[in-house]
């Protein structure tokens, strides 16, 4: 959360905020994104986040998720927009 208030707090009012993630979603196959969240749940303490997890803590730091973007990989690019 820190460091996406600090990038709100440094941003104009008509920048974009651009975050490559894994999203763990309903699936009814594995994905290389849920053997990462199991992984991180184990060694880390740690875990993916879900689009409404990304939605809520972005809100909690003055963004709007605004689009999600796939990509050629396992990543998506999650675009938001200062509220």
Request: proline share 4%; aromatic share 4%; glycine share 6%.
């Amino acid at each position: 959360m820190r460091i996406l208030k600090n990038c709100r707090e440094a941003m104009k009012h008509d920048g974009r905020l651009l975050i490559m993630e894994g999203l763990v979603g309903p699936s009814d196959t594995l994905t290389m994104t849920d053997v990462v969240d199991l992984a991180m749940l184990a060694n880390l303490s740690g875990r993916e986040r879900t689009e409404s997890e990304f939605a809520t803590m972005l809100e909690s730091a003055a963004f709007r998720l605004e689009r999600i973007l796939p990509t050629n990989g396992t990543l998506f690019i999650l675009e938001a927009v200062p509220k």
